[in-house]
């Protein structure tokens, strides 16, 4: 695989800086552009959910490293690893104590806005005075990582990676990512930083409420994230093609797993009273689909959280979203999580009239949508949703041409900027085994229940 020249600018850009702030646009391969940075040993902190997606992508880019992912099996998991991954979660005392014994040449924070929580004071002790973090415990956790491991000469680097590094435009927020990459040179304390940088708010220091100037050093904030901080706009990647296309793996939670699990047993089950897969697909392919489709429902719910999470990135970038999926409940459910964050959805199914359908693709094409939801054997041709440049799958088809159809709706005449289309796996799922068969690996269904048992 070969980075793009945009992702070699940031490589350049990051070298032996102790601290930056990796912005770029959703889509532009910041996880690539991190891997390749980092020097080695390191640590990647992430939300739980992509764990597994990092560690595929290490193995992808630089195959040579080994890599440890913390909660693994113990057969599967070693402290020495050229790389740890861990996720926020389990930055608990135990963990803490193991990564700061580690020499770790780079830490890198994944989705740092997650961070955004985070504020340090100043408390006068007997001994001086000393830095005390409040926050989120995963801000918290972050802080004492990167501030200890400074101290005691075992962290050497940190890099940020977020798409949207302000989610709510306030001066605030960039505090945590400055105090960390930094190394707490320009941000050490939040009420230094605020009175300096932040918009008019009011702020409880100590016993007292200080309020800082709404036009305070906007200029002075620039100034100090030009050095530390890289982001471009997808519109300003120029390498890249006219279409690009990626997986993400999700790591599903744990009831979802221990769910998911007992349905697979009890396909398994079904299977085997069939006397294997092509007896019971030759017997009735409707009810092989259905059983099918009872694990490809569940492993697409269990992706929500974190497909949500990724639509709301895109729209805070102004940029609207095209969703396929395949099941009306998932497309339902997603619909309606999203309304209830404000945000505004259409649907393009198979009940649809042809006249509903048309005043929903005429709407988002107007732009008095946010996303579209589709069906993807509904929408997967005849239609035209080019105001959108990002398509996410949320399953698969069965069938290689319906997907190309479907990415097709975003991908031709009258789309004038280059399309970004995302596919989301659940880790060990039947996702991946459908992902094989649409790629060639696997010829049909029949191989794919195999591959199950």
Request: with cysteine; hydrophobic share 45%; glycine share 4%.
């Amino acid at each position: 695989m070969e980075l793009f020249q945009h992702q070699k600018e940031a490589i350049e850009f990051i070298g032996d800086k102790p601290g930056v702030i990796i912005a770029d646009d959703m889509g532009l391969g910041k996880t690539a552009t991190a891997i390749m940075a980092m020097q080695i040993p390191a640590v990647v902190v992430c939300p739980a959910t992509v764990r597994t997606n990092w560690k595929k992508e290490i193995e992808t880019w630089r195959p040579n490293l080994e890599v440890s992912i913390v909660g693994a099996k113990k057969k599967d998991f070693d402290w020495g690893s050229d790389v740890i991954v861990i996720n926020y979660d389990r930055l608990n005392k135990t963990n803490m104590e193991m990564l700061l014994k580690r020499m770790h040449n780079t830490v890198v924070f994944d989705e740092a806005q997650y961070l955004k929580s985070l504020r340090v004071h100043k408390r006068k002790r007997a001994s001086g005075w000393e830095l005390r973090p409040k926050g989120a415990n995963r801000a918290k956790a972050a802080w004492t990582l990167v501030h200890k491991g400074v101290a005691n000469m075992r962290v050497m680097q940190v890099l940020a990676l977020t798409g949207t590094p302000a989610p709510n435009g306030l001066h605030a927020e960039w505090f945590a990512l400055l105090n960390l990459t930094s190394m707490h040179k320009i941000a050490e304390t939040f009420p230094a930083f605020a009175r300096v940088f932040c918009p008019e708010q009011t702020k409880w220091v100590g016993r007292e409420v200080k309020t800082y100037d709404v036009n305070k050093n906007s200029k002075g904030l620039r100034k100090s994230l030009e050095s530390i901080m890289i982001r471009r706009l997808k519109s300003e990647a120029l390498d890249l093609p006219d279409k690009v296309r990626s997986v993400k793996s999700v790591d599903i939670d744990a009831a979802s797993r221990k769910e998911y699990t007992k349905i697979k047993k009890d396909f398994i089950n079904w299977i085997e009273e069939k006397d294997g897969p092509e007896a019971a697909f030759a017997a009735s392919r409707a009810e092989t689909l259905v059983q099918l489709g009872h694990l490809r429902r569940h492993a697409a719910m269990a992706k929500l959280p974190v497909f949500i999470d990724d639509i709301k990135e895109l729209l805070a970038e102004n940029r609207p979203v095209v969703v396929m999926a395949h099941h009306k409940d998932i497309i339902a459910e997603l619909k309606m999580q999203l309304e209830a964050r404000e945000f505004t959805v259409s649907t393009i199914t198979g009940d649809d009239s042809l006249k509903k359908r048309d005043e929903a693709i005429d709407s988002f094409q107007k732009g008095n949508l946010d996303v579209v939801i589709c069906s993807i054997m509904a929408a997967g041709v005849g239609i035209t949703l080019t105001r959108s440049t990002d398509m996410l799958f949320l399953e698969r088809a069965f069938r290689p041409a319906d997907v190309w159809q479907a990415e097709d709706r975003i991908y031709r005449i009258g789309q004038d900027h280059k399309c970004f289309v995302t596919y989301y796996d659940a880790v060990d799922t039947i996702d991946e085994n459908l992902a094989d068969m649409l790629n060639g690996k696997i010829l049909d269904i029949a191989s794919v229940i195999k591959c199950m048992l």
